[in-house]
């Protein structure tokens, strides 16, 4: 399978605890893109990479999230000091960065805290 | 798996007719326009995307009509297939390269 893969696909942890989510997008693909997406609401952005620059951050994007992709291919995502809140879905995306290319997203990770 | 969008609103059709989704998008500089589908627990899949210098475009089984004017789009599947139910999601975005903004979605369910 070559599109977008991301792992874990399930994450339970308790409130106060870090968690790391890592994305290995579509291989020939420069530009990484995260999304959270909550039950009932299509995803909202959080931050995108194109090569290892980071290029953008949501203002959804706390002091507690860092994101980072040191080589240009996989990415990770760090939330340190859960909150309920962060309780979503964690989705990546990968396009070839050109005009008028689509996304295309990897299934999820589900995060869910107690 | 676990629902996605378990309050959205809901379109019904029955097996083999056909189906319209409608999106309204916010942004009058977007050019460009995605429709995915989305499968409970799966992520966004990639259906068809069409360039605001068009305002149609074709797949397989599925139309897209984009309408600058009132920032209005649709989706609509031919023959709808009970493989068809999911929600669906419009997207915009600029030149293809900014974040997507993606509308709210509808849910279709076909009935067999």
């Known amino acids: 399978d070559t599109g977008v893969s991301q792992d874990p696909r399930h994450k339970i942890t308790k409130r106060g605890q870090n968690v790391t989510f890592r994305c290995d997008p579509i291989?020939?693909?420069?530009?990484l893109y995260w999304y959270r997406q909550t039950l009932g609401q299509g995803p909202e952005f959080l931050t995108y990479f194109q090569n290892e620059a980071q290029l953008e951050k949501s203002r959804l994007l706390s002091d507690r999230f860092s994101a980072e992709r040191p080589k240009g291919s996989f990415s990770t995502l760090e939330i340190q000091r859960t909150e309920q809140g962060d309780s979503a879905m964690y989705l990546c995306?990968?396009?070839?960065?050109?005009?008028?290319?689509?996304?295309?997203f990897g299934d999820g990770t589900r995060l869910s805290i107690l | 798996g676990e629902s996605v969008g378990l309050h959205l609103p809901t379109l019904s059709v029955q097996e083999g007719d056909n189906s319209i989704i409608n999106c309204a998008y916010s942004?009058?500089?977007?050019?460009?326009f995605i429709w995915y589908k989305q499968e409970s627990g799966k992520g966004p899949q990639f259906i068809i995307d069409?360039?605001?210098?068009?305002d149609k475009r074709q797949g397989q089984r599925v139309t897209v009509l984009l309408n600058k004017t009132v920032k209005h789009l649709s989706l609509q599947i031919a023959a709808t297939q009970p493989g068809d139910s999911a929600v669906y999601f419009c997207?915009?975005?600029?030149?293809?390269?900014?974040?997507?903004?993606f509308g709210k979605g509808t849910r279709l369910s076909v009935i067999a």
């Open positions: 942004n009058s500089a977007s050019d460009y």
């Open positions: 069409i360039r605001s210098n068009m």
């Open positions: 997207a915009e975005n600029i030149q293809g390269n900014t974040p997507l903004v």
């Open positions: 291989s020939e693909h420069n530009r």
């Open positions: 995306a990968s396009s070839a960065g050109q005009g008028g290319q689509p996304q295309h």
